[in-house]
């Protein structure tokens, strides 16, 4: 079982950052791939990025990429999202999730356990 706690969303102007992180439970956290997903009102959860266990690979959706950065501290149980640039569109729920081994990185279906999530709020 790994419980995730996602903090530091909040509201920011266009062209602005956030860094939300992720905090995990668990002393296995190593093992798993990350990925972070985001929710607007209406609209279905959407990938936005991952990293591998190790942290070698990250992988992201076309919408953030070249403005948002996966990384991870494996030894304080944590990843982030470094997220610049930020647009009105960006606004949505942020969550932080566990991937089952083996399967893909974009795939909201491959990931077994979420976080509360966290908002993100873009104003113009």
């Known amino acids: 079982q790994v419980q995730l706690v996602e903090s530091g969303g909040g509201l920011v102007q266009v062209g602005g950052s956030l860094r939300p992180s992720c905090a995990a439970s668990g002393r296995t956290f190593s093992f798993y791939g990350m990925g972070w997903f985001r929710q607007a009102p209406g609209k279905e959860r959407e990938f936005v990025a991952a990293?591998?266990?190790?942290?070698?690979?990250?992988y992201y959706g076309d919408s953030v990429k070249g403005r948002f950065t996966i990384s991870r501290d494996n030894a304080k149980n944590t990843v982030y999202l470094q997220m610049n640039s930020l647009k009105p569109e960006d606004t949505a729920a942020y969550y932080c999730?566990?991937?089952?081994?083996?399967?893909?990185?974009?795939?909201?279906?491959?990931?077994?356990?979420w976080g509360q999530g966290t908002q993100v709020t873009v104003s113009s």
């Open positions: 990293i591998s266990s190790s942290g070698a690979n990250s």
């Open positions: 999730a566990t991937k089952i081994r083996g399967t893909s990185y974009y795939t909201v279906g491959n990931y077994n356990y």
